[in-house]
């Protein structure tokens, strides 16, 4: 049976589905206009009210508005981060390894405390599953400190000793601590990758305020679901890129995001 919609009213063309979508589609992209160019019939008024519906497929100028906006910052967020990806590629090769004496295995690929490069990707040594775990300045201290308050608590002179030397070792340790981490800091700040890092953050605020402006305005034809389904895209590129290789509940927003833009712009016959 043909896809297509009778018009009721004489000299009325005919409107397939085709010829819709590639209207929303024009909506999705055209960030200057207040209304979607739809093939519309030339009378506006009929007893068929699936027609009617159809000759108002317009996308809401607030909308068409804010996704230019979205649009402008997902661009500066994507500079952003080409051009930290430049800095790093400068000087990755000053950024130091961490010394084996302040590293612990065992890390998991979700570790806040796991070992990164200039780049912030996990550092993963030959042979090994996973980044190593970082052990802070903070703890290195507290090791110090314990060792230091059981000095005196040896009940021989051979357990004192033995806890001095242990003592001497964690302050040993400390010190490649503090030496390795001011050696990043002082790549970081010769580098500029503090601002770099900054530009990408607030790029990254901008794209989720204006998703956020976008999703809060009701959407009134299939224009305005194509738009509000970039945003949904956008945002997921921008802050949770895997939720898209998530097949479970955390992934469908972005695939049925992706499933209306490709709707939109005439995937689906």
């Given at each position: 049976?043909?896809?297509?919609?009778?018009a009721?009213?004489?000299?009325?063309?005919?409107?397939n589905r085709r010829r819709?979508?590639?209207?929303i589609?024009?909506?999705?992209?055209?960030?200057g206009?207040?209304?979607v160019?739809f093939?519309a019939p030339?009378?506006?008024?009929?007893?068929?009210?699936?027609v009617t519906?159809?000759a108002?497929p317009q996308a809401n100028?607030?909308?068409?508005?804010?996704?230019?906006k979205?649009?402008?910052?997902?661009?500066e967020r994507?500079?952003?981060?080409?051009?930290?990806e430049?800095l790093?590629?400068?000087?990755?090769?000053l950024?130091p390894?961490?010394p084996?004496?302040?590293t612990?295995?065992?890390?998991?690929?979700w570790?806040?405390?796991?070992?990164?490069?200039?780049?912030?990707?996990?550092?993963?040594?030959?042979?090994?599953?996973?980044?190593?775990?970082?052990?802070?300045?903070?703890d290195l201290?507290?090791?110090i400190?314990f060792?230091?308050?059981h000095?005196?608590?040896a009940?021989?002179?051979k357990a004192?000793?033995?806890r001095?030397a242990?003592?001497d070792?964690?302050k040993r340790?400390?010190?490649?601590?503090?030496?390795?981490y001011t050696?990043?800091?002082r790549?970081?700040?010769a580098s500029?990758?503090h601002a770099?890092?900054?530009?990408?953050?607030t790029?990254g605020?901008?794209?989720?305020h204006?998703c956020k402006?976008?999703?809060?305005?009701q959407?009134?034809s299939?224009?305005?679901?194509?738009?509000?389904?970039?945003a949904v895209e956008?945002?997921?590129?921008?802050h949770t890129?895997?939720?898209?290789?998530?097949?479970g509940?955390?992934?469908?927003p972005c695939?049925?995001?992706?499933?209306?833009l490709n709707?939109?712009?005439?995937?689906?016959?």
């Open positions: 049976m043909p896809n297509t919609v009778q009721a009213a004489e000299g009325v063309p005919q409107i819709l979508l590639a209207g589609a024009a909506a999705s992209t055209a960030a206009a207040s209304v160019a093939p030339a009378a506006t008024s009929t007893n068929n009210p699936e519906h159809l108002e100028p607030e909308l068409v508005a804010l996704v230019s979205l649009r402008d910052a997902k661009a994507d500079a952003a981060k080409d051009a930290k430049w790093v590629d400068e000087w990755r090769h950024w390894l961490a084996e004496e302040i612990l295995r065992g890390c998991t690929e570790d806040d405390c796991r070992e990164v490069d200039m780049a912030g990707s996990p550092v993963i040594r030959p042979g090994e599953k996973y980044a190593r775990r970082l052990r802070s300045i903070k201290g507290w090791f400190d060792r230091t308050s000095i005196e608590k009940r021989s002179e004192r000793l033995q001095i242990k003592l070792e964690e340790v400390l010190r490649l601590g503090e030496e390795y050696a990043i800091e790549v970081k700040d500029g990758i770099a890092d900054a530009r990408i953050k790029a605020r901008a794209v989720t204006l402006q976008i999703m809060a305005v959407a009134k299939p224009a305005c679901l194509a738009i509000k389904a970039e956008v945002w997921c590129e921008v890129y895997l939720l898209k290789d998530d097949d509940i955390f992934g469908w695939r049925l995001a992706s499933d209306i709707v939109a712009a005439g995937g689906v016959s």
